[in-house]
């Protein structure tokens, strides 16, 4: 059950990239470099990528978008694709643009009238209505709309999943982005075991309540992905930024789990310590209990009072 859901939720922290490096790459630089080539390149990395049972969203969302602002890359793009897979990429992306007079004349072009008629079914939301709650591809379609255009819009979207959350529900969020960026898919350091996962599974009722635990790894994802989207985009990280600050009760959860994460690293450096030492203390008991709350998505609040205790009382290790 644990690799399971450490599988599930590491596909899904990683939804968002598109195929290959180069890829990513072009696509990030996209709306403010236009390279030459780019589009190309993307769309040839998409042809020999690994097929899934699920749409690459990420490319989906920025070919909508594309198609929306680009009405002349649009039709180069449909008449010139040789691959019957890409052009069902591009069906989707017609579709979700909300350029439904084009997508039925596409789909009559490819022969893919019964997969437009499943799109219909499904009553997929157009690019313009998305806003996510409980379904990590909306942040994915969303992320791929802003690469396209620079519209923070998209960005501003994927954010207000988090203003209808309840604190618990943020707070674990956050955590687990923050994990996920320090740690890798696993949500844990190499000399701990792998917890959060399932810890997150029991704690959000998984089996019973799918929805809800979605709702976690959906908001989770986003604030994951915005991060290390962040790092290299100032609309992203002005925009990250801007939500935070605006919202107080956000940003105060923000800096506990902020604080959380710091409390963290300095009790597993203590543990290190202590190991090396072959001692086991007061320090060592409480630290040890400290991480495991941390893990488990318990309160850090309560779980680092007695570390905090420890370090004014200087019985922490030197």
């Known amino acids: 059950m644990t690799r399971f859901l450490i599988s599930a939720i590491a596909l899904l922290f990683t939804q968002f990239c598109p195929s290959g490096a180069g890829a990513q790459n072009c696509m990030n630089d996209y709306y403010r470099k236009k390279p030459p080539g780019c589009l190309d390149s993307m769309l040839s990395q998409l042809r020999q990528a690994p097929r899934s049972k699920s749409d690459p969203a990420t490319i989906i969302g920025f070919l909508a978008q594309l198609f929306v602002v680009s009405p002349e890359e649009r039709q180069r793009i449909l008449n010139d694709e040789p691959s019957e897979y890409v052009r069902s990429i591009d069906l989707v992306a017609l579709y979700r643009a909300g350029l439904l007079d084009d997508a039925r004349k596409f789909a009559d072009k490819i022969d893919r009238s019964r997969l437009l008629q499943n799109l219909e079914a499904d ?44 604190d618990g529900l943020v707070s674990d969020t956050l955590r687990m982005g923050f994990m996920k960026s320090k740690f890798g898919n696993s949500l844990a350091p190499k000399e701990r075991e792998s917890v959060t996962a399932q810890a997150a599974c029991a704690k959000y009722q998984c089996k019973t309540d799918p929805v809800k635990f979605f709702r976690l790894l959906t908001l989770s994802s986003a604030f994951w992905a915005l ?23 956000l940003k105060d959860l923000l800096a506990a789990e902020q604080a959380a994460l710091g ?48 370090v004014k009382s200087g019985k922490q290790p030197k």
């Open 227 to 249: 991060q290390s989207l962040a790092q290299q985009d100032d609309g992203v990280r002005k925009t990250l930024a801007g939500f935070f600050e605006r919202d107080k009760h």
């Open 123 to 166: 009553q997929l939301k157009p690019l313009a209505a998305v806003r996510p709650s409980s379904n990590p591809a909306d942040n994915d379609l969303l992320i791929g709309a802003y690469m396209a255009s620079g519209d923070t819009v998209f960005i501003e979207r994927i954010l207000g999943n988090f203003s209808g959350a309840d």
């Open 263 to 310: 409390n963290y690293l300095t009790a597993l450096v203590v543990l290190v310590a202590l190991k090396s030492d072959h001692t086991s203390t007061e320090a060592d008991t409480a630290m040890s209990k400290a991480a495991s709350v941390y893990e488990n998505l318990g309160s850090a609040r309560d779980a680092f009072a007695p570390v905090e205790t420890l």
